[in-house]
T-cell receptor, first 109, second 115 residues
Framework: GQQVMQIPQYQHVQEGEDFTTYCNSSTTLSNIQWYKQRPGGHPVFLIQLVKSGEVKKQKRLTFQFGEAKKNSSLHITATQTTDVGTYFCARSSGSRLTFGEGTQLTVNP | GAVVSQHPSRVICKSGTSVKIECRSLDFQATTMFWYRQFPKKSLMLMATSNEGSKATYEQGVEKDKFLINHASLTLSTLTVTSAHPEDSSFYIC???????????FGPGTRLTVT
């Protein structure tokens, strides 16, 4: 199937450290979406990237879409305890989403 | 932002019984609603896509007679887990889009436990 691979599966950081999760596809993506799911919660949309080489920022979060549109990354600068949760990338086919396995982030205060 | 509700949030049922889960878009009309299943510490697996007034489209490997989906209006979709078994225990999440933008709005999820 047209899966998206996401690494790492888990990441533990000290508060203030940076964090990055990576999403890779064997096929070209039309776009990539990122979601955050807090423990016990539901996914919340963060952003969609569409253009090759696109970089978008939301405060401490930086999202990148690769030049070949086969990979994407989410980088968090100076993590805070409120960043705890699982971050998913998802590829869309029409309105159907296929999620990556997610990266579970824990932040030690 | 757009709000999607789910009911119930938790349900415990006995093996062999059926359970209905409701998904409602509260402040917008949902062109399409989606049902996902999520196992602990795992990703979301799309089960089916439903459009108002038409039959749901099920993903490969999802039994349509087991997971009945009804999308009776532009604000309500239901998932009925029929003859539930312990292996059906999971977190079921719905999402909806309004057909205008790409963002999907997720409900809070329903945790089903089958004993």
């Amino acid at each position: 199937g047209q899966q998206v691979m996401q690494i790492p599966q888990y990441q533990h950081v000290q508060e203030g450290e940076d964090f990055t999760t990576y999403c890779n596809s064997s096929t070209t993506l039309s776009n990539i979406q990122w979601y955050k799911q807090r423990p016990g919660g539901h996914p919340v949309f963060l952003i969609q990237l569409v253009k090759s080489g696109e970089v978008k920022k939301q405060k401490r979060l930086t999202f990148q879409f690769g030049e070949a549109k086969k990979n994407s990354s989410l980088h968090i600068t100076a993590t805070q305890t409120t960043d705890v949760g699982t971050y998913f990338c998802a590829r869309s086919s029409g309105s159907r989403l296929t999620f990556g396995e997610g990266t579970q982030l824990t932040v030690n205060p | 932002g757009a709000v999607v509700s789910q009911h119930p949030s938790r349900v415990i049922c006995k093996s062999g019984t059926s359970v209905k889960i409701e998904c409602r878009s509260l402040d917008f009309q949902a062109t399409t609603m989606f049902w996902y299943r999520q196992f602990p510490k795992k990703s979301l697996m799309l089960m089916a896509t439903s459009n108002e007034g038409s039959k749901a489209t099920y993903e490969q490997g999802v039994e349509k007679d087991k997971f009945l989906i009804n999308h009776a209006s532009l604000t309500l979709s239901t998932l009925t887990v029929t003859s539930a078994h312990p292996e059906d225990s999971s977190f079921y999440i719905c999402s909806a889009d309004d057909g205008r933008i790409y963002e999907q709005y997720f409900g809070p999820g329903t945790r089903l436990t089958v004993t």
